[in-house]
């Protein structure tokens, strides 16, 4: 087994996260004006110039779902055409981009720079992936600059670590919209019950919800993702096992015998087990949207799910609720608060594009403070920068959610397992049923990890088995 070993690596003292191994595909400068010799470049000395003056084509293909995300780039986009007016661009923007530009693909043709989402990408960008149709950026990624601040990298002024990676583990693909998973509440009802110093440990976590259980007030401590609920647990476990040793959760990753066993799974798993007796009652048989509604009407005081909860419940959400996100407090008493990141990383150059350095002045140049900020104000979600939203009109959710990744008491795990449909997909299953088992009351917590173990061994025996490398699993904050 390959042993990088995960890093827990925190927010204030990582400044980049790089892999080093790929090929440099290499392609003609993008053209400069000549009264501007600073807009040369797609490596080496970059500044805000860099991106303004430049000639040639641009050709931007881009999924929006929703007017407000067409007007973010139809800002960025004619912000760009402002700053290069000897610079021809042009761009599609569509909820359906996979459809629109697939016989682009077919052609060898296809645009500058795509932003690929939505139903009629997703088999594109995994046949695209397989196929190697896709940039290799690790090489631009070392020395491509910020725009906005060219004593950093581009990579510095990245929230999340969060990337897409072709099958040799090169990065192919960026973060754009950003979201952790975390627990909820309302500042409000916070405020009016006086319940106001909120937990930064576990030990913490369990003397405030028997606190809110002995108030007499008529509020579950906690509510659950209603039938969805183990899947967001399962997350939490595993923060707690890697914070104590990463070796064990790559173990279990990466199906080594005898990983399930060991006796930090247990133990972590007993520990969120334990929070059954704060429960909303019948939270566990809830729907997903009715435990929502349930957290939303102040039935709950914490609700355990990912920063989405606020754009999807938004016809949902009281006036007065002041939705906030802190870290789950998994972590012990004198240790960092560790919470996971997610993104959506398919912002992509072809291998086959023809202004590819054009390309990348435009990737450098949407990662700007303005746009960040615009981003929260029209589609309600963050966008992948480390910007403080505090002031910007939006979602409170989307502010807090901000400010708990500029904490440099934060610590970010990084996992795709489970969350990509291709990891271990059966043996995923598998483990889903066995913890609802448990859960539910049905077997041990040691009948589980030793079934686990069992099925591990079981999976890994099939003909055609490949075990997955660490780094498509695993990647510190940044």
Known sequence: MSRKGLKLVTVATIVSL??????????????A????????????????????????????????????????????????KQDNPDLKVTAILSGVIGDEIRPRWIKNDPPDVTYLGGESSTKDIQQLTSDRK????????????????????????????NRAYDPDGDVIGLPFSTGAYGIFYDAKLARDKGWTDLPTNWDDFIAFLDMIEASGEKIAPINYPG???????????????????PNAYLDGVNIVDGAW????????????QSLRKYELAGSLGATHTEAQIAFLQRKSFFYPTGTWLEGEMANDVPEDFEMQVIPFPINGKGEKSITQTYASTDLYIP??????????????YMYQEKYAKLYAELVMENFAMNVDL????????????????????????????????TVYVDLNNIFFDELNKAWAGKQTGEQLFANMDKEASKYKSKEGFEPIEDRFLVEPSK
């Open 261 to 272: 066993l060991n006796p930090l799974y247990l133990e972590s798993f007993n520990k969120l």
């Open 134 to 161: 896709f940039e290799k950026l690790d090489e631009w990624l070392k020395e491509a600059k910020s725009y906005e601040d060219p004593d950093k990298l581009l990579v510095d002024v990245l929230s999340v670590a």
């Open 390 to 421: 505090t002031g910007v009109q939006t979602a409170p959710s989307v502010i807090s959610y901000s400010k708990m990744l500029l904490d440099p008491n934060l610590t970010v795990f990084q996992t795709n397992i489970g969350r990509n449909p």
């Open 18 to 31: 790089l892999a080093a191994c790929s090929a440099n595909n290499s392609s003609p400068s993008p053209t």
């Open 351 to 364: 291998v086959e594009a023809k202004n590819k350095d054009n390309a990348k002045e435009f990737i450098r």
């Open 227 to 245: 039938q969805n609920a183990l899947g967001y647990l399962t997350n939490y476990m595993f923060y707690d096992v890697a914070r104590q040793d």
């Open 33 to 80: 004006n000549p009264s501007n010799p600073s807009a040369n470049t797609g490596t080496g000395e970059q500044n805000e110039s860099a991106a303004k003056g430049l000639t040639g084509e641009l050709e931007i293909a881009a999924f929006v779902a929703g007017d407000t995300r067409e007007q973010w780039w139809n800002t960025v986009i004619d912000d760009f």
